[in-house]
């Protein structure tokens, strides 16, 4: 049941990060403003990129440790703009917190940590 367990994990994290990277794409044609300066829109950008890569990766199991890796730190820099920049607290109350950011790091360590399991491109190409 392990590797179903992984299984699940990566289809959960690798979807997650797929929809959320891909709707970062529209990002492209803005401009830098007051309240999206040049920095932000272009890690941003970055991040279009970025993101649905990693969430590739891991939904088919290919790279999985390094693109979950890839999708930790990810994380841990959103988890840091929340905190340092939007000065959000664990949990927000009526506003949200970076508990679900949190939820996805946890995941994401989990799989750079324990590989894709048996159902995992990796296994077929590379035999891990």
Sequence with gaps: MNDVALLLLRI??????LVHGTHKKGLWKAQPSAQMPASLLNTLRFL??????????VLFGF???????????VMLGAIRFLITKVH???????????????????V?????????????????????
């Design 48 to 57: 279009s990129i970025a993101e649905p890569a990693g969430g590739l990766g």
């Design 88 to 106: 959000r607290k664990f949990t927000g109350g009526n506003v949200a917190g970076w508990e679900f950011e949190y939820m996805l790091l946890i």
């Design 12 to 17: 959960g994290l690798g979807s997650v990060f």
């Design 108 to 128: 994401a360590i989990a799989l750079a940590l324990l590989g894709g399991g048996k159902y995992a491109l990796d296994r077929v190409v590379f035999g891990i």
């Design 63 to 73: 790279l999985t440790r390094f693109a979950a890796l890839g999708l930790a730190l």
